[in-house]
């Protein structure tokens, strides 16, 4: 198993996409009105697909999974080049702090960070902070369903892809519990060949995450969870 996509819920997926795409210098994949699709490829690292399916209207949700950019000694600059791209400056009780807090064009709040030797060769994404309710148990639930390794990180349990580049997934103390609000941003994990989905499914229950299925969503070719804490993810299955 592996760690595929970044998956956002979008109103208008071309204008967010195309957004972000600039944002992390992405490769366009897919571009319909419905979903659209840019790689972001980090060499001896991870190679993440940021997706943005169409959902009615904008999630209104306290967020629990962000992006973190890399800023760095350029921190600056890379804030002016997302304002013109149609990012705005963002309050969502951050106070004084170091990084910088902006909302994506659907708002969707993220963080420009400063120079950390954490974020040493994380790409031009720094981190994907997810809320937590218990970060040690989450973190080997995560490095259990991704294969990406515990790493020393800028104050949070962190993991990293096994090649220890690109971002860091950092298990943050969540500030309340997981309500039922789907997250308006998460994760999608690909199966392997030689997977068995059913054994991936006891696995995850085993580890505190849960499946969940409505009758009205029909036979998908993938399979939807909530890990320990509540977070959504998908299980997709292996490829050809």
Known sequence: MYLENLVFDAVDPTRLGRF???AVGGERLTDQPDLF????????GPALDLCFQQVPERPSEPQRFHLDLHGGVRQAEVV?????????????GQGDVPWV??????????CVMEERAAYDGSSPIAALPLDSADPERDAAFWSWLTGWVRVEG??????????????LLELCPEMSPKGD?????????R??????????????????????FHPEWGDLPWRFYLDPSGNELCVLPARG
């Open 20 to 22: 972000w795409e600039a």
């Open 37 to 44: 699709e840019t790689r972001l490829t980090v060499e001896g």
């Open 80 to 92: 002016r080049r997302l304002r013109a791209l149609g990012a705005e400056p963002a309050d969502i």
């Open 101 to 110: 807090v902006l909302g994506d064009v659907e708002g969707n709040p993220f």
């Open 154 to 167: 800028a104050g949070h349990v962190s993991l990293r892809h096994p090649g220890l580049t690109g971002p």
């Open 181 to 189: 609000a789907k997250n308006r941003l998460h994760h999608d994990v």
């Open 191 to 212: 199966l392997e060949a030689g997977d068995d989905a059913d054994a991936v499914a006891e696995g995850i229950a085993e580890r505190g995450g849960r499946e969940v």
